[in-house]
């Protein structure tokens, strides 16, 4: 039950944000137990982000909530994959993005939780 959260201060096309969902929908699969088969994902363009005090460039924010936890290797592994995802796909630099982990032991879906 993951779920990933994308916010950035750049426009996402909805072309690109397919491929961002496509590309995010691999790299879940990094933390073991985790697919695209129950990731749910969100991305919001064009926020008022700032960073270092500037919004001159392109900044992200991402958060990664799971039900569950990791250990701190395979979230450095989910790191990098993001980062190299958000460079590819929109040029933010990995220096403009923060990337937050959340783990949880109370998880709801279908009316009652897991």
Do not use: H
């Not at 064009?46 to 799971?66: M, P, T």
């Not at 569950?68 to 460079?87: E, F, R």
């Amino acid at each position: 039950m993951p779920y990933i959260s994308t916010k950035t201060n750049l426009e996402i096309t909805k072309e690109k944000e397919n491929v961002l969902k496509q590309k995010l929908g691999k790299a879940i699969e990094l933390i073991p137990g985790k697919s695209e088969a129950w990731l749910m994902l969100s991305f919001e363009d064009k926020v008022n982000l700032y960073f270092k005090g500037q919004s001159d460039q392109g900044i992200a924010f991402v958060e990664i909530k799971l039900f569950g936890s990791a250990n701190s290797g395979i979230y450095d592994k989910m790191t990098a994959a993001i980062t190299d995802i958000l460079k590819e796909e929109l040029s933010i630099a990995p220096s403009q993005i923060y990337v937050r982990y959340e783990e949880t032991k109370n998880w709801g879906w279908n009316g009652s939780n897991l």
